[in-house]
């Protein structure tokens, strides 16, 4: 039987040429697992603008499907649609649609327009040419204060056209299952994919968190700390962590997973070969 599981990879968009490279192996590799689509990300305050651009393109150029990450950030309308315009010519037919955060060093002046903005500017210019996915947070935005406002404005971006979501990392699957069935009842029915951060290294992992609002429940937190001088027994513990957490979401009907490849392969590929997919 065909699994119609939704499985898909994030990159992270190359700064450097030897990155560029890195992405194109990782992505080779990861695309024998034949993944629903690849990802690359994008930074609203410009500094992986192109790097966004060339590379979809480099990769959908392989036969993979690709999905940029978009946001309007600083830009004037016009610039996001002649980028929408490019991608559409190119034949990509997917987009992630954030709102993006406010680059450091831009300061408070840059207006930051809502991703429901965004996924309504796009749905206007290109009709249902885009399948577009939005961002979801089980553990609750940074800036939001209950998961009631979070819901609402989830919903928000759902009605403007969203076709799915991908959510936040975390590690605690209830945060995922109450968020999903709050969704549910309030009447989105799009799939919530859960995303999926391995854990290679306690102080990334503890920094990224913190700044995202992604929560390190104490039990892995104190076990990550023990093993920060053994970096193989780490990387293990974090492999059967992240591999347990996975086996819950399918279980519980999660829909697919979305990785986080931090752009290496092995970390994804672990995780993926403990679950047998
Ligand atoms: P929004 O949906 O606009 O929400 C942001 C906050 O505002 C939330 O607290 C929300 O509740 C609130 N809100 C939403 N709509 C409204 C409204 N209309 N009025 C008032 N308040 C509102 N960042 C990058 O820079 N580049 C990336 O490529 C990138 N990729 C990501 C991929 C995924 C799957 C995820 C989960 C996050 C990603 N991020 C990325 C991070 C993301 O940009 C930040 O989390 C950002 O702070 C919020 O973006 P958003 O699209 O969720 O914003």
Redesign the pocket.
């Known amino acids: 039987m065909t699994d119609t599981r939704l499985f898909s990879f994030?990159f992270s968009a190359p700064k450097t040429e030897d990155a560029v490279t890195k992405v194109k192996q990782v992505h080779d590799r990861l695309a024998e697992l034949s993944p629903h689509f690849f990802s690359v990300?994008?930074?609203?305050g410009g500094s992986t603008k192109d790097g966004t651009k060339q590379t979809v393109l480099d990769l959908a150029a392989t036969g993979s499907v690709v999905a940029p990450?978009l946001?309007f950030g600083g830009d004037e309308p016009e610039v996001i649609e002649a980028l929408l315009r490019e991608y559409q010519s190119a034949g990509i037919n997917r987009l992630?649609?954030?709102?993006?955060?406010r680059p450091s060093g831009i300061g408070s002046s840059m207006k930051m327009f809502?991703?429901?903005?965004l996924v309504g500017f796009i749905r206007q210019l290109t009709g249902d040419h885009f399948h577009i996915?939005?961002?979801?947070?089980p553990e609750i935005?940074?800036?939001?204060d209950s998961v009631e406002?979070?819901v609402k404005?989830?919903k928000?971006?759902v009605d403007a056209g969203a076709n799915s979501a991908?959510?936040?990392y975390f590690y605690n699957a209830d945060a995922y299952f109450r968020f999903r069935d709050l969704c549910d009842k309030a009447g989105i029915k799009i799939p919530i994919v859960p995303?999926i951060m391995p854990i290679t290294n306690y102080k990334g992992i503890k920094r990224f968190s913190d700044l995202?609002g992604a929560e390190i429940p104490r039990w892995i937190d104190k076990q990550l700390q023990a093993y920060e001088a053994e970096p193989d027994t780490l990387k293990a513990f974090g492999a059967e962590v992240v591999t347990d957490l996975c086996e819950r979401l399918l279980e519980g009907g999660a829909p697919g997973l979305?990785f986080y490849t931090m752009n290496q392969s092995l970390p994804t590929l672990k995780i993926w070969n403990n679950l047998g997919l």
Do not use: M, W
């Open positions: 994030e990300t994008y930074g609203a990450h946001s992630v649609a954030l709102r993006g955060d809502h991703a429901n903005e996915d939005i961002a979801a947070y935005h940074p800036e939001s406002t979070e404005y989830f928000q971006k991908i959510t936040q995303g995202c979305h």
